[in-house]
């Protein structure tokens, strides 16, 4: 079935450090992909998404690219913020229709220092 | 973006007593609602998926009898946990997907309810 394999956290990085986070996947057909963002006591908030082959979402500094030949989807931002501190999530959308759901990674971990 | 309020956001509850969840979408209609449980360092796991009017569609291993959800309007989704056990405390969160949205549609998700069962 679907999954989605995120990098193992916590990360730690200084202010203004460059950021990274891997994410895989495997999919029948052509997913959508997304990475949510969970800043601490808040909601999950959609940071991104891509919908098809070689697209590029990006949103407040981050990035990231739907890479079909790699199946990657991997986030980055070049200079990270304190407030970029907060557990990111990669997802999919499997299925089809009404019930198209998302399969979620395990979530990675951010802390950047001052 | 779009508003889902999830409520309560931290309930405690005696074993064997029952609890109800709301989630409500303020300023979309949502065809589609979406019950998640969160562990401590894991993933969400998708509980069930709900349809307005109609019934609930649970993933497996998710005892539909024990979790109830009604998804009774276009705003409204609830999530009853019947006789709770402290092995059901645990994060809730709901999300919705707009009646506009398309193939991709975004999810808006709700802030969580913490349920913890004594």
């Known amino acids: 079935g679907d999954s989605v394999t995120q990098m193992e956290g916590p990360v730690t990085l200084s202010e203004e450090a460059f950021l990274t986070i891997n994410c895989t996947y495997t999919a029948t057909g052509y997913p959508s992909l997304f990475w949510y963002v969970q800043y601490p006591g808040e909601g999950l908030q959609l940071l991104l998404k891509?919908?098809?082959a070689d697209d590029k979402g990006s949103n407040k500094g981050f990035e990231a690219t739907y890479r079909k030949e790699t199946t990657s989807f991997h986030l980055e931002k070049g200079s990270v913020q304190v407030s970029d501190s907060a557990v990111y999530f990669c997802a999919l959308s499997g299925g089809a229709g009404n019930n198209r759901k998302l399969i979620w990674g395990l979530g990675t971990s951010l802390a950047v220092n001052p | 973006g779009a508003v889902v309020s999830q409520h309560p956001s931290r309930v405690i509850c005696k074993s064997g007593t029952s609890v109800k969840i709301e989630c409500r979408s303020l300023?979309?209609?949502?065809?589609?609602m979406f019950w998640y449980r969160q562990f401590p360092k894991k993933s969400l796991m998708l509980m069930a998926t709900?349809?307005?009017?109609?019934?609930?569609?649970?993933e497996q291993g998710v005892e539909k009898d024990k979790f109830l959800i009604n998804h009774a309007s276009l705003t409204l989704s609830t999530l009853t946990v019947t006789s709770a056990h402290p092995e059901d405390s645990s994060f809730y969160i709901c999300?919705?997907?707009?009646?506009?949205?398309?193939?991709?549609?975004?999810?808006?998700f709700g802030e969580g309810s913490r349920l913890t069962v004594l």
């Open positions: 999300s919705a997907r707009g009646v506009l949205a398309g193939v991709s549609g975004e999810l808006f």
């Open positions: 891509a919908t098809k």
């Open positions: 300023d979309f209609q949502a065809t589609t």
């Open positions: 709900s349809n307005e009017g109609s019934k609930a569609t649970y």
